[in-house]
């Protein structure tokens, strides 16, 4: 067996490994550049309706024309026979002798892409924020000291001096935040705070 013929074997493996891996999403098709007319060796996938045998697009005959062609396309736009649009890769593949004897090339029919993305944009969109930051993790204990204790500083006061106005407002604070369903957290609250039970349902009243 020929070297072009080994590379060209090898290659056709590649490319029904990678038609089979995204079926009805992508066309990959390769290209024996040695014989224009009837180029297409190999294709997985179908989606351009071309057939083993048919002739080399222009881009292959361009491959063909000039040795200096880029080894690599990739990402270009394209059209699929039907009007569908395509996202196209060509790579080609170079014998010892630094010959193009082959172009692996790889369609991904992206008219399916698009209404799932816009699809996806709808679903990730929020409305107006809420009107507290919101975490959704839950709250612990040493959570709930932190905040009382820099409630109280920022007000210049421990927690104990806090005037029962400031005591009422952090209590719905926590309320409102949701430390108060944290175990235990009502008798934090108090021994905290230096206030009653009572008191803590009073200021939720």
């Known amino acids: 067996m020929t070297e072009d013929e080994l590379l060209l074997r090898e290659a056709e493996k590649i490319a029904h490994a990678i038609g089979r891996m995204f079926p009805g999403l992508c066309e990959v098709v390769l290209h024996d550049l040695r014989d224009p007319a009837h ?6 996938g ?25 080894d690599v396309l990739q990402n270009y736009p394209n059209r699929f026979p039907d009007g569908r649009p395509a996202k196209s890769t060509s790579i080609g593949l170079r014998n010892s002798a630094g010959e193009y004897v082959a172009a692996l090339c790889l369609n991904l029919d992206v008219s399916l892409l698009g209404p799932a993305a816009r699809a996806l944009t709808r679903l990730a969109r929020t409305d107006e924020p809420a009107p507290l930051a919101e975490s959704l993790r839950a709250r612990t204990a040493d959570e709930l000291r932190a905040l009382v204790e820099d409630y109280a500083t920022e ?20 309320k409102a935040r949701g430390f108060l369903e944290v175990k235990n957290a009502v008798p934090a609250v108090t021994d905290l705070l230096g206030i009653s039970r009572a008191s803590v349902y009073n200021y939720l009243r």
């Open 155 to 174: 007000r210049g006061h421990t927690p104990r001096s806090l005037p029962p106005s400031g005591k009422k407002d952090l209590v719905r604070t926590l």
């Open 46 to 70: 179908g989606l351009s309706g071309r057939a083993v045998g048919d002739p080399a697009t222009e881009l292959g005959l361009a491959r063909i024309a000039d040795p200096d062609f880029p």
């Open 39 to 44: 180029a297409v060796r190999a294709i997985e």
